[in-house]
């Protein structure tokens, strides 16, 4: 029996094999969680579905984070199939390309608007939901990033999104922490993915950190969904409101 033998799971966030979302996902299952996945639009369900099916999800559902309707026909769905539900995932994230290069200084109130929406109110609006249904406690995870704390190249926006994020997951883990749901956020070292080419010099930024960091490597997914299993399971059981890094060390050094 896996540490997370029978768990309802939902996870908001694969786009395909490289996503973080699917490195959790597969460590989930290992440990014996039933899944459930959402896509955003046709042309990612066709990526998504068939990943999907091969750890056999009970659930797979159309949820774009920024629709509140799309929101709540998805945790009906959860409500249908599964009646409540134990971990939540959010690996969510989205700023216009326009605005993860150049100056920060140049960032439009739309970009802004957008990018803090997508990925960081989207935390608060899926928490929200999830709380009625987490009558036996549970544990709901998000993904961040060290740009959240300092400046990196072309973050820009994302880098504010994320400092919102983390906000955010400290005063969610303060209100629902009293019904037993934790809430934690993993920071993760740069990993190649599908959003991580929307940030320009991307590239360099993985030699770079598997030049410097104390492990000399960079982090895989995989590296990530193995503390994803810790955080949702009893390793996990005493500890909410924190940002526990999955970087390699990088985030330890100065200069
Ligand atoms: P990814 O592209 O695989 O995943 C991002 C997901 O966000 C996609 O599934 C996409 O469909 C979804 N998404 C975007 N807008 C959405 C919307 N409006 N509604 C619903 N879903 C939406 O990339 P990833 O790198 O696996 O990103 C997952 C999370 O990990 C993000 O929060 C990202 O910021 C974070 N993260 C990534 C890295 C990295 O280096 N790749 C490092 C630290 C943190």
Known sequence: MGSLA???????????????????????????????????????????????????ADLISPCDVTDDAQIDALFAEVDRVWGGLDVLIHAVAFANRDDLSGRFVDTGRD???????????????????????????????????????????????MGVAKAALEASMRYLA??????????????????????????????????VAEARAPLRRNVSQGDV??????????????VTGQVLYVDAGLSILGV
């Open 6 to 56: 029978a768990k309802r799971a939902l996870v908001i966030g694969v786009a395909n094999e490289r996503s973080i979302a699917w490195g959790i996902s597969q460590a989930l299952h290992r440990e014996g969680a039933r899944l459930g996945f959402t896509f955003l639009g046709e042309t990612l369900e066709r990526r998504v579905r068939p990943l999907a099916e091969s750890l056999g």
């Open 225 to 238: 969904g193995e503390l994803a299993v810790a955080l949702c399971g009893p390793a996990g059981a005493g």
């Open 174 to 207: 303060a209100d629902v922490g009293p019904s037993g749901i934790r809430v934690n956020a993993i920071s993760a070292g740069p990993i190649k993915t599908l959003s991580a080419a929307g940030i320009h010099g991307f590239r360099e930024m993985l030699h």
């Open 111 to 157: 970009g802004f608007r957008l990018a803090l929406d997508v990925s960081a109110y989207s935390l608060v609006a899926v928490t929200r939901a999830a709380e009625p249904r987490m009558k036996d406690g549970g544990t709901v995870l998000t993904l961040t990033f060290a740009g959240s704390e300092r400046v990196f190249p072309n973050y820009n926006v």
